[in-house]
C-alpha cells in the first residue's frame, strides 16, 4: 500500500503559467481533498470531493481548479499561476465524512517567481 | 466558520520537561484529532476524539477533549528529542451538520526539544 502520493514534489513557476498537481490514493476511500499550507497558518481547504465526479469548493478556492474523473485521483489545476499561490499543497482522503480522519500525502512545494 | 485557536505557536524545551499544547474554540465539534508533521512530510494522524471528557494516551502523550466538545490539550510527559516536530489539532464538522469530513486546523505548535 502506497496510501497517498502525490506528484511533483517540486515545481517553480514563472507567473501566468499553468500547472497541475496530480494525488493518487490506493485506500479505495470515497473523500479527497486539497489543502494548502502557509507559514503560521496552519492547513486550508482548497477543494474537496465526495466521491467520484463530484468537487466542491473549500475555504480559499480563488485561483484553483480540480477535477476527480477516477475515485483514486484528485487532481489540482492552476490555470494562471500567481506568487501568492507560493505554498506547500497537500493531498489527503478519508474513508469517513463523520468521524474525519484524514490521511496525508508528501506534499508539493510550489514556489511561483 | 468555525476557528480553532491553538497556543503556544512555539515551544522550545529541554529533555525531560513536560508541556501541555492547547486548542480552543467558540465551535463544537463531532470529533477532534491531533497530527504530527515533520519538516518535508505531510500531516500523520496521533489521535481522534469524539466524546466530551474523552481522554486518550499514546505512551508518553495523553490528549483531552473539553466535555463541551469545543477545546482540547495535548500533554506530554518527559518529551524527548524525538518528539520535535509540529503539532496540529484539526476539528471536524459541528454538532448535526453535514461536514463531508472536512477538517478545521488549528495554526499548529512547533515543538523543539533540545538534548
Known amino acids: 500500500n502506497a496510501g497517498v502520493t502525490q506528484t511533483p514534489k517540486f515545481r517553480v513557476l514563472k507567473t501566468g503559467q499553468s500547472m497541475t498537481l496530480l494525488c493518487a490514493q490506493d485506500?479505495?476511500?470515497?473523500?479527497m481533498y486539497w489543502y494548502r499550507q502557509d507559514p503560521g497558518m496552519g492547513l486550508r481547504l482548497i477543494h474537496y470531493?465526495?466521491?467520484?465526479?463530484?468537487?466542491a469548493k473549500g475555504e480559499v478556492p480563488d485561483g484553483y481548479n480540480v477535477s476527480r474523473l477516477k475515485k483514486q485521483n484528485f487532481l489540482l489545476g492552476l490555470e494562471s499561476a500567481a506568487p501568492s499561490q507560493t505554498s506547500v499543497y497537500f493531498c489527503?482522503?478519508?474513508?469517513?465524512?463523520?468521524?474525519?480522519?484524514?490521511?496525508f500525502g508528501p506534499g508539493t512545494r510550489l514556489t511561483v517567481t | 466558520t468555525q476557528l480553532l485557536e491553538q497556543s503556544p505557536q512555539f515551544l522550545s524545551i529541554q529533555e525531560g520537561e513536560n508541556l501541555t499544547v492547547y486548542c480552543n474554540s467558540s465551535?463544537?465539534?463531532?470529533?477532534l484529532q491531533w497530527y504530527r508533521q515533520e519538516p518535508g512530510e505531510g500531516p500523520v494522524l496521533l489521535v481522534t476524539v469524539v466524546t466530551g471528557g474523552e481522554v486518550k494516551k499514546l505512551k508518553r502523550l495523553t490528549f483531552q477533549f473539553g466535555d463541551a466538545r469545543k477545546d482540547s490539550s495535548l500533554h506530554i510527559t518527559a518529551a524527548q528529542p524525538g518528539d520535535t516536530g509540529l503539532y496540529l489539532c484539526a476539528g471536524a464538522g459541528n454538532a448535526g451538520g453535514t461536514s463531508y469530513g472536512k477538517l478545521t486546523f488549528g495554526q499548529g505548535t512547533i515543538l523543539t526539544v533540545h538534548p
Open positions: 485506500m479505495n476511500h470515497e473523500y
Open positions: 489527503a482522503s478519508s474513508y469517513s465524512r463523520h468521524v474525519g480522519e484524514q490521511y
Open positions: 465551535s463544537v465539534f463531532s470529533s
Open positions: 470531493s465526495v466521491g467520484e465526479g463530484t468537487t
